[in-house]
């Protein structure tokens, strides 16, 4: 039960979902000392876990699992233990007409609702829409009539707070140290908690506000993003009808003291940049014209990429082969999630049947679901993929493909997206 000092507070801690968030809060949390159950409905995650691997790539996850499994400060379960503390982490996906789905954070509470004594602190650290923490607590409530959020009738709280994550994924394990944190409580007590428990490992400020304020704070770091990267990507199609080199146009306006334009590249993937600000526009649709705005600009840049491609592929003859380098969302990880490459690819593959395209993806073993069934598709090494082509598509800059020699390219069309080559 939770209690007056730090260390004696947060005894075991109970990390609701292993992915790319889960499994490093856990990881951290037990090499500083904490015993740590970490939650899981996928079976072999909790296998690989347990056995002191991870299941995805992240630079230097794999040390801190491994040295926490083997001092037995971290576990993985399938079942949801009683635990001082609980971290939920579990997808917020969108729904069809872009809203939030709950669904992930109200199984997660259907597990820790039994458990439940009163006292203990539970984090949403999903991102969430407006809301979203209150409702994972009357929802645990409802579940569990006995327990209350404020202490109301005599019944034990249990406290809530949202303290969003903001790590940059391929740098999760330095981001998770360093970053500022936002805490917000449903309860000042809730966020007092919070704020000791991220202490543990956090060296930066960490700051208190309420429940929605954290919310929506994280919601608008991405959505201010995702409006910044539409510039950059709205700068490229301007500069592609103008025939300029957008990387030029953006490296000179970037010398301005006061300007600093981000890069534009195939669109924009990860669960993150391109799911988040639909969350503001579902809060605030008649508010939210600028971010639905910068959303449709990236989303449409895909299939303004493939058009290029197209249209490059139009002069060559007809048994010319396609290089797609590159599926990952974004440089140097293994993620696809709702990345524009897969996008761009299927879309190449599927106009262009009668035409062999050479996907490059160095940090997969096997096709996605939506290229494997394509005969024309197949995943090849980059320096085969590039050799065989006459076109070659840039969609990840890699550092494998930016690696690729000059003369490997010579005398091929090039369609760069990120300006690996081009800049
Ligand atoms: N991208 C561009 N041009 C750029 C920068 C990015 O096209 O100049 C593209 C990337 O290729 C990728 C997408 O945007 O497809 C998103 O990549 P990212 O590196 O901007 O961000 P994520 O999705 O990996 O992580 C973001 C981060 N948010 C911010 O930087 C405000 C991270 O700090 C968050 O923790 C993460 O979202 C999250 O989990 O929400």
């Given at each position: 039960m939770i209690?007056?000092?730090?260390l004696t507070n947060f005894r075991t801690i109970a990390v609701i979902g292993l992915g790319y968030i889960g499994l490093p809060t856990a990881a951290i949390l037990a090499t500083n000392g904490l015993d740590v159950i970490g939650v899981d409905v996928n079976q072999r995650t909790v296998d690989a876990v347990n056995e002191g691997r991870v299941p995805f790539v992240e630079p230097d996850l794999g040390i801190h699992v491994a040295g926490?499994?083997?001092?037995?400060?971290?576990?993985?379960?399938?079942?949801t233990p009683a635990a001082d503390a609980f971290i939920v982490a579990v997808p917020t996906p969108f729904t069809a007409d872009k809203r939030a789905d709950l669904s992930y954070i109200e199984a997660a509470a259907r597990g820790i609702a039994p458990v439940l004594q009163g006292g203990e602190l539970i984090i949403l650290e999903s991102t969430s829409p407006p809301g979203a923490t209150r409702h994972l607590g009357e929802y645990i409530v409802s579940l569990r009539p006995d327990l209350s959020l404020d202490g109301a009738d005599?019944?034990?709280?249990?406290?809530?707070?949202?303290?969003?994550e903001r790590v940059l994924p391929g740098k999760v394990m330095i981001e998770l140290v360093t970053n500022d944190r936002i805490v917000g409580g449903i309860t000042r007590r809730a966020a007092d908690l919070a704020k000791d428990l991220y202490?543990?490992?956090?060296q930066g400020e960490i700051l208190i506000t309420d429940d929605v304020t954290a919310e929506m704070a994280k919601l608008v770091e991405n959505s201010y993003r995702d409006v910044n990267i539409a510039f950059a990507n709205e700068l490229s199609v301007i500069s592609e009808k103008l025939g300029i080199n957008v990387w030029e146009l953006i490296r000179l306006a970037n010398h301005h003291p006061r300007v600093d334009i981000l890069q534009p590249g195939p669109g924009v993937g990860g669960h993150c940049i391109a799911v988040d600000p639909w969350f503001i526009v579902a809060a605030a649709p008649a508010e939210s014209r600028l971010i639905r705005a910068a959303r449709t600009v990236n989303d449409e840049k895909p299939r303004w990429v493939l058009d290029q491609v197209r249209e490059a592929f139009g002069?060559?003859?007809r048994n010319a082969e396609i290089a797609v380098?590159?599926?990952?969302f974004k440089a140097n990880i293994d993620d696809l999630r709702e990345s524009p490459a897969i996008d761009i690819a299927h879309g190449i593959a599927e106009s262009m049947p009668a035409t062999r395209i050479n996907v490059a993806e160095p940090h997969i073993d096997s096709l996605?679901?939506?290229l494997q069934h394509r005969d024309n598709v197949r995943l090849v090494p980059l320096e085969e993929a590039v050799s065989r082509s006459a076109l070659v598509v840039v969609l990840v800059d890699h550092d494998a493909v930016r690696a690729l020699p000059a003369e490997a390219l010579a005398g091929k069309l090039l369609v760069d997206t990120r300006g690996v080559f081009s800049s």
């Open positions: 209690g007056v000092n730090r926490a499994v083997s001092q037995g400060r971290l576990k993985a379960t399938t079942e005599g019944r034990p709280a249990i406290l809530l707070a949202h303290c969003p202490a543990v490992f956090c002069g060559l003859p380098l590159g599926l990952a996605p679901g939506r």
